[in-house]
């Protein structure tokens, strides 16, 4: 037997609910799935009991890729260790005036600002100084380094996050202080290598939010490596929806921050390619949150960052929007009726009907009193329904209101797909995009069970449900490009545009991406790089993304801009145009093969069960097992494999295709 019958690749997505896991042999077809409950305080343990849950042994692993919200959880929950700020002297309070906007414009009860991510006695102000062309009109000296080191001795932390003003046009400063603290603290966190962007409040917030990360990050990752010993072939997914060795990220650890809904939206994007959907929404419903991504024309829409805990997390990342609306979130009947979320079960206790101790009604337990759940099977071979608890937590709420069990179930549902239908609708009616032309791609534990009802509510006439849906994000951790992103301020305008310095720039940029692939591997000749210019007029803001490529075409970079601006507002004008940021994507294409088949190793029984619809209340509903469906069912059906339940209500018909996705779409009249 060769070495390579044994080379197995696995990719994991640790949710706050299940640990999903998909292995695939790379030498066959083969390909295992498994569903183990997640571990918050012990996540490497849970992610070995999922290698183990799909019978493999850990040197039979040779690849293992993981993503996860372990950082997004730690900031939106404010368990950040102590940090220490160094600013520029004058600067040291940026975190504390941040912006002049209120948290709620409406409501005086609460603080128009929260509190700032570094308190005053921990922000130290540094007498250095450059313009915002990089020039040095301060020199740093040894005596002003040698206060700061005397001032974080007594401060006593671990982590240091250095901001200093216009470090993103030169980093020299940044630099000196990088080599003298790393010998003070354990981890020094420099803005010009988190985000080199100008934006001094969103700057020094993202090298906050690292440097507090790196902790939580750095000891995980260590036992991770120690744990599974297989070299280059750990890695870790990122939030701009690609993998990159864990040694970067133990330097940048906040690329982890949306890592798990990245991963999905990855995959998404290779079925949306395969399928040659021009606009596709990805749906994917988890037992915490719900996630949603638009992607066009075969790429995903991306940020240059997003809000978590109340404050500015700026990088390149996915376009994800995030809800609190998930098969565990909390249902609950207040003055103004029923809410869904984001309090949520979690995996300790879980729904009610996983009769683990939950006590509070969840949307899962809504599905399970529908009947939508199997109570003869087990989620992840280990969680049985129960579903008379989930009528004992629901009834409660019945009651209150004045409906059966079944009413109150199905308007529990209706809530939360009303809820999903508004995060729908920031990721496409907000950007110009009719989310009615759309096609519906459904996964995660919950997606296929609501997509039907949800594309209804919406006005989406198709919906997919790929195969492996209820592993999906683990399966792009897989599938994704090996790459590296960076972004950095740039400021030039078109008009007398010198060529030859911005070309330089670029070039650095493209070595700076390339570099930790080649440090791990990759042959120079395999990375493929990706050229973004953000783009504004003049007297703007806020910058869109236009795609280039070198030598640079000056004539054709304004054209292409004036059109995508016109695309988004409805007009374009003859003003000047500059280049505020340059974005690099290096990458190494996957050599995965997505179609591969990604079975349950089990088949369920196929029969009937009672089951309930919106205008259909106990009727005989077909239960079809997925693995061995051909032709096309006609609703009410539930569509069944050993991980995922696929809910076809009536009005409507499933169909698969030879890759094993099923495509839902209404019957015609």
Not at 496 to 511: A, K, P, Q, Y
Request: glycine share 8%; with cysteine.
């Amino acid at each position: 037997m060769s070495s390579s019958d044994n080379h197995w690749e696995v990719g994991t997505d640790i949710g706050g609910t299940f640990t999903d896991i998909i292995a695939i042999r790379r030498d066959s077809a083969e390909a295992r799935i498994a569903k183990v409950p997640s571990r918050p305080d012990a996540p490497v343990q849970a992610m070995l009991e999922a290698i183990e849950a799909v019978g493999l042994r850990k040197s039979e692993v040779k690849r293992f890729v993981h993503g996860t919200t372990r950082v997004t959880n730690a900031i939106v929950e404010g368990r950040l260790p102590k940090v220490a700020l160094v600013a520029t002297e004058g600067f040291a309070d940026v975190l504390e005036i941040a912006r002049y906007r209120r948290r709620d414009l409406y409501r005086l009860d609460i603080p128009p600002k929260s509190p700032p991510l570094v308190p005053p006695e921990r922000c130290f102000g540094l007498a250095e100084r450059l313009d915002h062309e990089g020039r040095v009109l301060k020199a740093l000296d040894e005596a002003e380094i040698e206060r700061l080191v005397a001032w974080l001795k007594q401060t006593g932390v671990q982590s240091v996050a250095v901001a200093l003003l216009h470090a993103y046009a030169n980093p020299i400063h940044e630099k000196m202080l990088g080599e003298r603290l790393r010998d003070v603290v354990a981890h020094v966190s420099l803005s010009h290598e988190i985000n080199p962007e100008a934006r001094e409040y969103e700057r020094t917030s993202a090298t906050v939010f690292n440097a507090a990360a790196m902790p939580i990050a750095v000891e995980y990752l260590s036992e991770l490596e120690q744990r599974l010993p297989i070299g280059p072939g750990l890695q870790v997914f990122h939030s701009a929806g690609a993998m990159i060795p864990i040694s970067a990220v133990k330097r940048r650890p906040l690329v982890m921050a949306m890592s798990g809904p990245a991963a999905g939206v990855s995959a998404s994007v290779s079925i949306a390619r395969q399928l040659g959907t021009s606009r596709m929404l990805t749906f994917d419903m988890g037992g915490t949150t719900t996630d949603v991504c638009l992607i066009v024309d075969g790429q995903a829409e991306m940020t240059d960052g997003r809000m978590l805990g109340d404050k500015p997390l700026r990088q390149p990342m996915l376009a994800v929007h995030s809800i609190g609306a998930g098969g565990g979130s909390i249902v609950r009947n207040g003055p103004g009726g029923l809410t869904v979320g984001p309090e949520s079960a979690g995996s300790e206790p879980g729904p009610a009907c996983y009769s683990r101790g939950g006590l509070e009604p969840t949307i899962t337990d809504a599905n399970a009193v529908l009947g939508y759940l199997n109570p003869e099977t087990k989620l992840g071979d280990r969680i049985g329904i129960d579903i008379e608890s989930a009528k004992r937590v629901i009834e409660p709420i019945a009651r209150a209101l004045g409906l059966s069990l079944t009413e109150t179930a199905l308007g529990i549902i209706k809530v939360a797909n009303a809820t999903m239908a508004r995060a729908l609708r920031r990721v496409t009616v907000e950007r110009g995009i009719d989310g009615r032309d759309c096609t519906l791609l459904a996964f995660g534990g919950g997606g296929p069970m609501h997509a039907a009802g949800l594309a209804d509510l919406y006005g989406i006439a198709q919906v997919v449900v790929p195969s492996a849906s209820s592993a999906f994000s683990a399966l792009g951790c897989l599938t994704a490009d090996f790459s590296f992103l960076q972004q950095q301020t740039l400021r030039a305008a078109l008009d007398g545009i010198d060529l030859v310095r911005v070309s330089e720039r670029i070039g650095t940029l493209i070595d700076d991406a390339s570099a930790p692939l080649i440090a791990n591997g990759v042959a120079k000749a395999e990375i493929q790089v990706e050229l973004v210019a953000l783009m504004r007029y003049a007297a703007q803001n806020d910058a869109i993304p236009v795609s280039f490529t070198l030598p640079l075409d000056v004539a054709k970079l304004k054209t292409d801009f004036l059109t995508r601006h016109h695309e988004l507002f409805g007009y374009a004008t003859g003003e000047p145009c500059v280049i505020e940021s340059v974005r690099v994507q290096a990458r190494r294409p996957s050599t995965t093969v997505v179609s591969r088949p990604a079975t349950a190793a089990r088949a369920v029984s196929s029969g009937q069960r009672t089951c309930s619809f919106d205008g259909f209340h106990d009727i005989a509903t077909a239960i079809i097992d997925r693995t061995a469906l051909t032709d096309i069912v006609s609703g009410p059906a539930i569509i069944e494999d050993a991980w995922s339940t696929v809910v076809v209500p009536p009005g409507w018909q499933a169909k698969p295709d030879v890759a094993g996705n099923l495509f839902l779409t209404r019957r015609a009249a």
